[in-house]
Structure formats: C-alpha cells, structure tokens
C-alpha cells in the first residue's frame, strides 16, 4: 500500500511526457511543409488530392484512393488544350489529349502524371523522392516550357 502512490505519481509523469514528445513534429512532416512552403513563394501551387485512376497510382486501400501530391502553374493569359498523360520508363505517354507529346522525356524524379487544361499545367508526383527540395526549379521550368509547346 506505502508504494500505490509513488506508482500513481510515476504513471502520472509518464502520461504528461508522452504528450509533450506526441506534440513534436516528425523530421518528414515538417519537410514536407518547408518544401510545399518554398513551392507557394517560388509561384507552383502545391495540394494533396485523390489521385485520379487514369494516373494509375496505387490504391491506398481497396476501396479507397491515393491522396498524392499535385504541384501546379497558373498562367493567365494561357489557352491550353486538355492533355493528360502518365509517365512511364521517365517519358510521357498521352492518355487525352495531343499526341505531339508521346515519348517526350522527363528528367524529374517520382513523376506520376501530367496534366494540362485552360490556363493550368500541373503534375502529380511522390514528394517522398525529393524531400530537400531539390527540384522544385526545374520542375517549375518543365511545367512553364509543356505549356509554350
């Protein structure tokens, strides 16, 4: 019985400790939120959505999508015609839209899909390749030189 409330006082601090070290963000997480945060000030829109099924990402579970990162450009004064197109062996390979761009070469990592309508060009990729931020330049220069084709 002497030792009921040393035990008590024990479980007490472990309860408060684990909460303090639950409210730490993880390495990747606040990685991830720097990049996205680079992207938005460099002029790329960065948001996770459903990944659609023509970009044949894996399902995260059997009923239910992928959310997968969408980086994207504005551009204005743009009319561009619709175009998707997945990437497979680091080339691009229609699904809608033109053919002009069949086989066209992709030097950026972790691409899944590309697509392109009215005045937006964006990708989706797996932001797990790059989490230092390393091609964001050339990603935003790739999606700027699809649209002036």
């Not at 601090?13 to 730490?24: A, C, K």
């Not at 937006?120 to 220069?141: F, H, N, P, S």
């Amino acid at each position: 019985m002497e030792h009921i409330g040393l035990w008590v006082a024990l479980l007490i601090v472990i309860f408060i400790m684990g909460s303090i070290l639950g409210l730490r963000v993880s390495p990747r997480e606040k990685a991830l939120g720097l990049m996205r945060e680079k992207a938005r000030k460099m002029g790329l829109h960065p948001r996770l959505v459903a990944a659609p099924d023509w970009t044949k990402v894996p399902m995260a579970t059997e009923k239910r999508a992928s959310m997968v990162a969408y980086y994207s450009v504005l551009i204005p004064e743009a009319r561009l015609p619709l175009m998707r197109a997945r990437v497979e062996d680091q080339k691009l390979k229609p699904i809608q839209g033109d053919q002009k761009f069949n086989d066209f070469p992709i030097a950026l990592k972790g691409i899944y899909a590309i697509d392109m309508q009215a005045n937006c060009v964006g990708l989706y990729w797996d932001e797990e390749t790059d989490l230092r931020a390393t091609q964001l330049d050339e990603m935003k220069a790739f999606l700027l030189s699809l649209a002036e084709i």
